[in-house]
């Protein structure tokens, strides 16, 4: 089945014998037991990592409504299974202490969302890291002990696009796990190019209405076992209320997805050229890999900060605000805000300058858009901080 299809009847294959039409909410935290040997077997099934039992037995081992999103997330990545979490940090959290044996190292593509890159340069979690910018540094970096491959692709903020077979190939025997925020199911799959996980912070597209938090990592079912283990054991859950809705954003996520992008296009080619802009960002998709840019795209106003800031200021239909994938327009100041914890060097190797604004396109008309953006480029002060 083509995507299309899946994204609308994927995870809802039980439905005819619930005689229901929607996905059932199961707010259980806890579930009555009938037998105790029963119960045993289940309790040890779900905390050896298993997708399902006959008995969830508690929320925190098992939920049936989070369970019908992941089986939809993992038809989408063409992967065996997926295990949802509370957050894309949380599911990243996990999937490193999965992969990572001590001593841990990973290998990690600059740019990366601020996040990852914060949470990878602070050692929180006790993990060494390397970073690298392509595929043909990343030999040299492995070491024995390296458990992940951490990349991006589109990359934020800067929409760089890597080749994800060659880290494939360069990784060897090492799991490579990419971040498919940008691209969406839509438009890349990972999972076809090599990559071992497929990570998604839902809160972005898959979600798609900027009213829930969540992450998802698409993979094997030996890996996805070992995720849940993590899971249980660190309660990073997903609530069933998050996972209704993440599910019911999933058969319009292709049409938002082709509308947004459509958008986007038109406005990245006018952006550039228009005077005040000095840099458009946005990914090249080489029909392969990536099947569309998306809509996401970056741009550079003439004038740095200042004059950034004061687009940000002049916007009256696009919103100044973190995160993307929303219905309605977002920008934002990769520099200032989610980049902010980079640190400087990086951010001034990477390109994330101080006029360079994030723009994630929504569904409102092109036309509305691009009015909005003219009056607010018209509003920066000729050689503003040059
Ligand atoms: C937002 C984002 C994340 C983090 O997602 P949360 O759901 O907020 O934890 C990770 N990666 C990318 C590319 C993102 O845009």
């Known amino acids: 089945m083509e995507t299309d299809t899946r994204a609308v009847h994927a995870g809802r294959s039980d439905f005819r014998a619930l005689t229901v039409h929607a996905p059932p909410i199961d707010l259980s935290t806890t579930y009555p037991i009938s037998d105790l040997e029963e119960a045993i077997g289940d309790l040890d099934a779900l905390a050896a990592g298993a997708c399902a039992a006959r008995n969830p037995i508690y929320a925190r081992l098992h939920n049936p409504t989070v369970a019908r999103f992941e089986e939809a997330i993992a038809e989408l990545e063409h992967t065996e299974e997926a295990v949802a979490f509370a957050s894309a ?5 996990a999937a490193l202490l999965a992969a990572c044996e001590q001593p841990r190292h990973v290998v990690a593509f600059r740019p990366l969302y601020g996040g990852t890159d914060h949470l990878l340069a602070s050692n929180l979690l006790g993990i060494d890291v390397s970073w690298v910018r392509e595929p043909d540094e990343l030999p040299s970096a492995l070491r024995p002990e390296t458990g992940l491959v951490v990349l991006e ?41 090599g990559a071992a996980y497929v990570l998604h912070s839902a809160t972005k597209f898959l979600g798609g209405h900027g009213d829930v938090l969540a992450g998802v990592v698409a993979t094997s079912a030996e890996r996805a076992a070992r995720l849940r283990q993590v899971r249980i054991l660190t309660g990073a859950v997903l609530h069933p209320v998050a996972a209704y809705l993440l599910h019911r954003s999933l058969p319009t996520l292709p049409a938002r997805v082709r509308v947004a992008q459509a958008t986007a296009s038109i406005l990245a080619e006018r952006l550039s050229r228009h005077p005040r802009v000095t840099r458009v960002l946005y990914p090249e998709a ?59 060097q990086a951010k001034a190797e990477l390109g994330i300058t101080d006029g360079l604004l994030r723009l994630s396109v929504g569904l409102e008309d092109v036309e509305d858009l691009w009015g909005d953006l003219v009056q607010a480029l018209a509003s920066v002060p000729v050689g503003a901080a040059a």
């Open 89 to 93: 940090m949380a599911a990243l959290t």
């Open 153 to 193: 692709t589109p990359q934020n903020p800067t929409l760089g696009t890597i080749d994800i077979e060659a880290v494939v190939s360069a990784a060897g025997d090492v799991p490579v796990l990419v971040d498919n925020t940008f691209a969406t199911p839509v438009l890349q799959n990972p999972a076809l190019h």
């Open 286 to 344: 080489d029909g392969r890999q990536l099947r569309g840019p998306g809509s996401v795209l970056a741009f550079e106003v003439d004038g740095g900060r200042e004059a950034a800031s004061a687009v940000l200021r002049a916007l009256e239909l696009v919103t100044p605000a973190v995160s993307l994938g929303a219905t309605d327009t977002l920008v934002q100041h990769p520099a200032g805000l989610t980049h902010r914890l980079v640190d400087d």
